[in-house]
Structure formats: structure tokens, C-alpha cells
């Protein structure tokens, strides 16, 4: 992501445009997720995100600064949660379960439309990572731009739906299981929550000195590898998708 910028060989103004690119994927990922919760909370019988202004596709709403940059330095990431409040709604571990999922959905949606579009692209010939040939040759153009802003778009999507559907509080993930859980053992279960800073500034650690220290490299490859090969997988088949059916054009 922004490290792999930021050690390429690209011109400095090249690299600046780039990363103004990736900055407004992420800003629009982390928007969607969670507008996407206060809406079906909202439809579900629970209007705090509304009243606490968190339902709006205003993105200084919505930014939490480590989830932020985790998507930056790994494209996994977080925003700042949604306030729900579940007693408000007529079956609530249920539809903290639909609210939850609702945030990953969307970033699926967005993604699938992201990817279909990429795979178009290709078919007339436009590379989504063309623009880094284009940058060396001296001249980026409009349509290697927008393909790579498509890719970036379904790449960040997928990572932020993965991300989130892990089930470590307060992770969309997290909501889903305590929905097919015993009250008992869900409360003890979500207590988790108070260490969760502790998981993420590692793993936020971990990213940044993998290329400086030999043991958080292998760390890191353990850690996010799954995550990669899944991301990778769906992203293929999105765009794969988006060829087959620009094909037959």
C-alpha cells in the first residue's frame, strides 16, 4: 500500500498523485461501511446513528486515525464504530447481526461493481496497472487513471469486509457470533473489547517494521498471507467476472 509508494522509483509528483488516489479509496471505503450500519439500524428501529449525526456520508464522521492508517500501511482496516443501540430494536441480537453484516456488504457491492468494471477496462485494453507504466514513460493518462482507481476502489473494499468480519470485538464479526451465542457466554465473550486496542496497535506495529526487522517481516507474512490470498481470490473473480460479461461486446 502506501509503504510500497513510497519506496518505489516513481517521480515525487507521480507518487504524490498516486497516494491522493489511495487516500480517497480508503476515505470512501470506511464512508460506505459505515453509513451502511446506521441505515439498517436506523430501518431495524434504532435511530441513535441518526441523532448522533453518524448517518451521513460526511467521511469526518465516520474516521478513526488507526483504523485509518492501517488501511493505509496494509489495506486492512477500521473506521469508528456506529453507535447502536440494541434495546431499541424488536429482535436485537438478530439485528445487530443484520446491522453488522451490513457494513461488509456494501463494501462487497461496491467492490463487485469496482471489479466488474476493471475487468471491462481490460477488455479494451486498459491495465489497471498500466498507470506505473505510463508514470515511467512520462505520461499518465485519463483512462489508466481511472482503472487504477477502480482497482484500488475493489482492493480496499474487499480488505475492509474481510477485516471487519473477523470476530474480535468491536468487529462486525464479533456481532454475528454473539448472535448464535448464550447470552452468558456473549457477555463474557465481548469483554475481549478492552484489549482490542492492544491486538490492533501490534498488528499496526508489526506492519511498519516488517521491512526493518527480520522477525516482524515473517510476522507479518503469517498474519496477513491468508488475508492477502483471500483478497486476491475474490478480487480475481470480480474482475474476471467483469470480462466475461464485456466478452460478448
Known sequence: MILNLLYSDLPMNITVGLLILQLFCVVMALTVHEFAHGFIANKLGDPTANFQGRLTLN?????????????????????KPVPVNPRLMSKPKRDMALTSIAGPAVNLLVALVSGIAVGALAQFGYNPLQIFWEAFDGGITPMGTLSYTLYMMMLLNVGLALFNMIPIPPLDGSNVLVAFLPNNTAAKYLQIRYYTRYIFGGLMLISFLSDRIALFYYLDI??????????????????????LIFSFI
Open 222 to 243: 503469517m498474519i496477513w498471507y491468508p488475508f492477502e490470498w483471500l483478497r486476491e481470490n475474490i478480487c480475481y473473480g470480480f474482475m474476471r467476472l467483469g470480462e
Open 59 to 79: 467521511p469526518l464522521a465516520h474516521i478513526d486515525p488507526v483504523g485509518f492508517l492501517m488501511m493505509l500501511l496494509v489495506g486492512f482496516g477500521w473506521a
